[in-house]
């Protein structure tokens, strides 16, 4: 298990551009990106062991965080 935080910058590197375009000019692009980041965060603590939960809490975390990440990349590639 990797302890780096997934940055969508990082996942994405070839939309880096585009993902600060997005951020900036739309709002639901932003909403979902500002998820991401704080689902992320909560993922990377848990891994670090920073912050404890339950297997079942911290699975469902990863769930919504592919979900999350699956929108956004559609997004990156649309635009």
């Known amino acids: 298990m990797s302890h780096v935080p997934h940055?969508?910058?990082?996942?994405?590197?070839?939309y880096?551009?585009?993902?600060?375009t997005q951020k900036e000019s739309n709002p639901h692009f932003?909403?979902?990106?500002?998820e991401y980041h704080a689902i992320n965060r909560?993922?990377?603590?848990?891994?670090?062991?920073?912050?404890?939960?339950?297997?079942?809490?911290?699975?469902?975390?990863?769930k919504k965080r592919m979900v999350l990440k699956d929108e956004l990349a559609a997004i990156l590639s649309a635009a």
């Open 42 to 62: 909560e993922i990377h603590r848990l891994e670090t062991r920073v912050e404890t939960a339950s297997d079942d809490y911290e699975h469902d975390l990863r």
């Open 30 to 34: 932003q909403k979902l990106f500002d």
């Open 16 to 20: 880096k551009d585009k993902i600060h």
């Open 7 to 14: 940055e969508l910058a990082e996942e994405f590197p070839e």
